[in-house]
């Protein structure tokens, strides 16, 4: 049985390459049970790799062939192994937090072997305060990145006690209808004609796309926010980059980050932007590099996969996309804010007037200058559509265990693209804001400036709101 791949996912699968690896990925940081021994990694690893039914997401190969008529549809794998996707490593002396991210940046830039199930994970032991970490990454043609907050979230438990809890990749109870229909399948034959009534399923929603084209364009003529973006300055972030990657990693309150959009009258995640548009004004400004005018970031927004044909429940993508002015030419953190507040506030309005199908189409074009520009060498030669990728996931609210090690710091790691070498997203949890900022190591110098940047930044838009 086989099921045919969505076009979002597609998109994912054939723009992968040396240099741009196509997958998401995500660190943990856990405190050991009380009175764990000496063996408990090992022992965490072997539960792990010894997982006795896999999910059928976690079994997934991309395939394609004349019998499919050429699409690309997901085949199970019959060869699984389970020892080349759950591996167990170990930190180099003295085991900081910095040996952590160097060992998270050097996995994260190896591709997934597209003829195996696009997923690893990694139990890290050898951290000087005796916390365990897990890296683990999947390709952004299997999940995005709510999908996989959600499948993170699913194998923990707000109770310290719980044991004999499955990993992510762990098949799970289901309801019998869905059960019914994931066995149900697609066969393979059937799968052109599957693509056909999918199509023709979406044949109302598509109806309003030139209306929708035209006010996008227009928008993004007037450089006003919306899903397309013709304003974007060069910056050193908008070069060709490699398959080398660096990772840096920190959390903030919520709080603290709440309290600043309370006395402002903005979002958490108008403040979360804010942070960034001021780290990054800082960062550049030390490199000599900052642009007369205001850099432009990619923002995802998801989708209810209830009221869209795109993904569903099991995997895939479903998400849009806004083009948010981030304000960097203002020296003021409060101007800068309140400009991002307007700005994403205009964006969401933009999208609020379509259909998710429309969403999807609109941030397609708007993302496929970043796609197409390094295939036909233009780089340097054309505006990019955006300078940077932000995004903002959110995550459990309360203290998680698994089998009775508490999660104490979970981080996102995320896909920097040619021409878009640097990729900032956020996770929340329990209290917590945690920034994964993911780059290319030839292309972004001195990454790891960019925390403390954020955190002094944290400190001015709290000074500027009086808090």
């Known amino acids: ?45 072997e539960s792990m790799r010894d997982t006795e039914e896999i999910n059928p997401l976690f079994l997934r190969t991309p395939h394609r ?33 910095r040996e952590l991210l160097e060992l998270c940046g050097r996995l994260h830039g190896t591709r997934l072997a597209p003829e195996r199930p ?44 719980k044991r004999g ?16 229909e994931a066995d149900s399948g697609t066969p393979l034959t059937e799968v052109p004609i599957s693509a056909l009534r999918t199509a023709l399923g979406l044949t109302a929603e598509a109806a309003g796309l030139p209306s929708a084209l035209v006010k996008t364009l227009s928008k993004g003529l007037r450089n006003e926010t919306a899903a397309v973006s013709l304003h974007a300055p060069r910056t050193i972030f908008n070069q060709s980059i490699t398959g080398s990657r660096r990772f840096a990693a920190q959390d903030w309150p919520i709080e603290r980050l709440r309290t600043v959009g309370k006395a402002t009258g903005t979002t958490l995640n108008d403040v979360v932007l ?17 642009p007369e005018t205001p850099l432009v970031a ?42 991002i507040h307007r700005s994403m506030r205009d964006g969401k309005q933009a999208l609020s007037s379509m259909t998710p199908v429309q969403i999807v189409a609109m941030s397609a074009l708007g993302q496929a200058p970043a796609i197409l ?21 959110p995550g459990p609210r309360t203290t998680q265990y698994w089998n009775g090690a508490e999660l104490v710091g979970t981080y996102p790691l995320s896909i920097p ?31 790891q400036r960019l925390l403390t940047h954020l955190d002094d930044e944290v400190a001015a838009l709290e000074k500027a709101a009086g808090v």
């Not at 780089?379 to 995004?391: D, M, T």
Request: net charge positive; hydrophobic share 40%.
């Open 417 to 447: 693209i040619k021409g878009m070498a640097l990729n900032i997203t956020c996770t929340s949890y329990d209290g917590k804001l945690g920034f994964g900022l993911t780059g290319c190591r030839r292309t972004v110098p001195r990454l």
């Open 274 to 290: 804010a942070m960034c548009a001021g780290a990054l004004r800082t960062y550049l400004l030390e490199l000599d590099a900052l």
């Open 373 to 393: 520009t390094p295939m036909l060498r233009m780089q340097g030669i054309v505006r990019p559509p955006y300078n940077v990728i932000i995004s903002n996931v």
């Open 1 to 45: 049985m086989v099921t045919p791949i969505d076009p979002t996912s597609t998109a994912f699968l054939l723009a992968e390459n040396r240099s741009m690896p196509m997958h998401v990925g995500g660190l943990q940081l856990y405190r050991k049970p009380e009175g764990a021994g000496r063996s408990y990694v090992r022992e965490m690893y």
């Open 298 to 339: 990619m923002v995802p927004v998801g989708l209810n996969a209830k009221q869209s044909q795109i993904a569903n429940a099991d995997g895939g993508n479903a998400v849009g996309a806004v083009m948010a002015q981030l304000a960097t030419h203002l020296h003021d953190p409060a101007d800068r804010l309140t400009s």
């Open 65 to 97: 062939s004349l019998r499919t008529a050429g699409q690309l549809v997901w085949k199970p794998d019959d060869q699984f192994d389970p020892e080349h996707h759950v591996r167990h490593s170990a930190l180099p002396k003295p085991g900081r937090v």
């Open 118 to 161: 696009l997923w690893e994970a990694h139990v890290i032991e050898g951290l000087r305060d005796g916390r365990v970490a897990t890296y683990t990454k999947l390709h952004h043609a299997l999940v995005d990145g709510i999908s996989a907050m959600r499948l993170l979230a699913s194998v923990h438990s707000t109770d310290p006690d």
């Open 165 to 180: 809890t499955p990993a992510p990749w762990g098949a799970r109870p289901r309801s019998r209808k869905s059960s019914e």
